[in-house]
T-cell receptor, first 114, second 116 residues
Framework: DTEVTQTPKHLVMGMTNKKSLKCEQH?????MYWYKQKAKKPPELMFV???????INESVPSRFSPECPNSSLLNLHLHALQPEDSALYLC?????????????FGPGTRLTVT | AQKITQTQPGMFVQEKEAVTLDCTYD???????LFWYKQPSSGEMIFLIYQGSYDQQNATEGRYSLNFQKARKSANLVISASQLGDSAMYFCAMSYISNTGNQFYFGTGTSLTVIP
């Protein structure tokens, strides 16, 4: 099973709302990733977790807060977002952080900030 | 510095024909991986094929093959017998090991349209 699931599929939120995106994988992967993707652009890396510890934070604003409660779950907490944060948010996982392993992506959450 | 280059923003191919999507990369690291992903309009990034820097043979997966020319630092994707369902955005990506772990870089993508 090479499936990464993400919920919700679509999310519309106001600038004062607090919401969370959820990602789950059951492949035993120890590295998990959050990406942000604008239309017709490549994904931009936001955060990387390795063995449930934050390994990489690509200078993402603090209104995005990641959390890895266990090896299968990855959350992205959203608070006080701006309209320019509207994008497709992709979660991915790979076998490990060290090594040239393929990343498996979820279907994404399309976020609209109003 | 840009590490992955895809020079074809858009490509058209007739159904049942073969098409080559170009990708060049730049790294001084001897150990790296090259990947191709397909992204339909639905948004999901679908892993297609992988080539390791030490692999002697070109990777193949069904109708997909990777034309790996290490000296030229190119990793072109060849799709044979194109189908209408192949219409999508295609991203070339490279992974290499940095001091913070495995870094993944994506090219800017090529939009492929298969014409019936």
């Amino acid at each position: 099973d090479t499936e990464v699931t993400q919920t919700p599929k679509h999310l519309v939120m106001g600038m004062t709302n607090k919401k969370s995106l959820k990602c789950e994988q059951h492949m035993g992967h120890r590295a998990m990733y959050w990406y942000k993707q604008k239309a017709k652009k490549p994904p931009e890396l936001m955060f990387v977790y390795s063995y449930e510890k934050l390994s990489i934070n690509e200078s993402v604003p603090s209104r995005f807060s990641p959390e890895c409660p266990n090896s299968s779950l990855l959350n992205l907490h959203l608070h006080a977002l701006q309209p320019e944060d509207s994008a497709l948010y992709l979660c991915a996982s790979s076998q490990a952080l060290a090594g040239n392993y393929e990343q498996y992506f979820g279907p994404g959450t399309r976020l609209t900030v109003t | 510095a840009q590490k992955i280059t895809q020079t074809q923003p858009g490509m058209f191919v007739q159904e049942k024909e073969a098409v080559t999507l170009d990708c060049t990369y730049d790294t001084s690291d001897p150990s790296y991986g090259l990947f191709w992903y397909k992204q339909p309009s639905s948004g999901e990034m679908i892993f297609l094929i992988y080539q390791g820097s030490y692999d002697q043979q070109n990777a193949t997966e069904g109708r997909y093959s990777l034309n790996f020319q290490k000296a030229r630092k190119s990793a072109n994707l060849v799709i044979s017998a194109s189908q209408l369902g192949d219409s999508a955005m295609y991203f070339c990506a490279m992974s290499y090991i940095s001091n913070t772990g495995n870094q993944f870089y994506f090219g800017t993508g090529t939009s492929l349209t298969v014409i019936p």
